[in-house]
């Protein structure tokens, strides 16, 4: 079946650690999006990336990094200069150009909490 | 971008409708009208999508308003599984790939048994 993968599922970070939290979509998605989303609260948008080497800020960047090397990969960094990094990460997907009306498909999530 | 506005929570009463509103009073003629919704500690999930007429699907009813300044997501009969998170945002067509796409806190709809 298709869709994305999201892992690990929960994850744990030590002070001055960098980790990463992997998404792989076997959709054909041109599009991928990161969102953080804290108890209680909406989805804000970390990183999104329209196609391969090629990504943009989203709201929250600051203390992040992607990647986009292949099209079915985008991993999020989660680098030490994120102070506050426990929250509930979410990876999503969506085609691209060329397609309107394309739904977007999102991971399981991947729980982060500092040790 | 054009912003939307939810309640922050609404109940209702299983096997009854519900109806659950969106404003997006700044809605452009390329934006189309999406919903989502997410249960507890997982992903969200699409329920229906429109542009400009009502739509129905097999999870939900989307009804426009004709000035598109608003719209409502209709379930016909909850159920407790229902009980959600349910998001509306907009996507805009003319941009596509190109999205900063933005969710706000939406919805969170409880259902009483």
């Known amino acids: 079946d298709g869709g994305i993968t999201q892992s690990p599922k929960y994850l744990f970070r030590k002070e001055g650690q960098n980790v990463t939290l992997s998404c792989e979509q076997n959709?054909?998605?041109?599009?991928m999006y990161w969102y953080r989303q804290d108890p209680g609260q909406g989805l804000r948008l970390i990183y999104y990336?329209?196609?391969?080497?090629?990504?943009q800020k989203g709201d929250i960047a600051e203390g992040y990094s992607v990647s986009r090397e292949k099209k079915e990969s985008f991993p999020l960094t989660v680098t030490s200069a994120q102070k506050n990094p426990t929250a509930f990460y979410l990876c999503?997907?969506?085609?691209?150009?060329?397609?309107?009306?394309?739904?977007?498909?999102f991971g399981s999530g991947t729980q982060l909490s500092v040790l | 971008d054009a912003k939307t506005t939810q309640p922050n929570s609404m109940e209702s009463n299983e096997e009854e409708p519900v109806h659950l509103p969106c404003n997006h009073s700044?809605?452009?003629?390329?934006?189309?009208i999406h919903w989502y919704r997410q249960l507890p500690s997982q992903g969200p999930e699409y329920v229906i999508h429109?542009?400009?007429s009502n739509v129905n699907n097999r999870m939900a009813s989307l009804a426009i308003a004709e000035d598109r300044k608003s719209s409502t997501l209709i379930l016909h009969r909850a159920t407790l599984r229902d009980a959600a998170v349910y998001y509306c945002i907009l996507r805009d067509v003319s941009n596509f790939g190109n999205e900063k796409l933005t969710f706000g806190t939406g919805t969170r709809l409880t259902i009483i048994p």
């Open positions: 429109g542009l400009t």
């Open positions: 959709l054909n998605h041109d599009a």
């Open positions: 700044t809605i452009s003629g390329t934006d189309y």
């Open positions: 990336s329209q196609i391969v080497n090629d990504f």
């Open positions: 999503a997907s969506s085609a691209s150009v060329g397609r309107i009306n394309e739904k977007l498909f």
